[in-house]
């Protein structure tokens, strides 16, 4: 028996709106992959893991204290110019942590802790780019 267009009995569901489900869907697929492209960028995905890594001073964990907000805003900063004398900035430094040091916290832990705060600019990339766990005095 032949097949005829009306012994066949498929149903099609038929998309008035073609046109406008085609531009939705391509909407989608686009988003989607915008969403995957922006995940990292290049950029991000070179640049080392510094979440996890230690910074270049060894600080005793047993000694607990906390640096106060008020007590980083008195160190002075050093920002690695030509002008500034490093001499003197830590000078400053070790003036300011002598007059905020807490009661039964080490001198030498209070200045480890806080030195990273006190530099800025070119000093502080320098900092960074110490061997981790290399400053320990």
């Known amino acids: 028996m032949p097949v005829t267009r009306s012994t066949n009995q498929i149903q ?7 046109e406008s489900t ?22 991000e995905l070179a640049a080392p893991n510094m979440e996890n890594q230690p ?4 600080i005793d964990n047993n000694v607990n ?11 002075p900063t050093f920002n ?4 500034e004398d490093p001499h003197t900035h ?6 300011v942590c002598v007059g905020m040091k807490p009661n039964g916290v080490d001198e030498e832990q209070v200045k480890l802790k806080a030195f990273a705060f006190s530099l ?5 990339a320098w900092f960074f ?9």
């Open 120 to 124: 800025k600019g070119v000093a502080k």
């Open 22 to 43: 085609l531009r939705r869907l391509r909407k989608e697929a686009r988003l989607n992959i915008m969403v995957v492209v922006r995940q990292q960028t290049l950029k």
């Open 90 to 95: 830590l000078k400053e430094f070790h003036i």
């Open 12 to 18: 099609v569901q038929v998309d008035l709106e073609i």
């Open 65 to 75: 204290f906390e640096l106060k907000s008020g007590f980083i805003h008195l160190l």
């Open 80 to 83: 690695g110019l030509a002008e």
């Open 55 to 58: 910074l270049c001073i060894n």
């Open 129 to 137: 780019s110490i061997l981790p766990g290399s400053i320990g005095t």
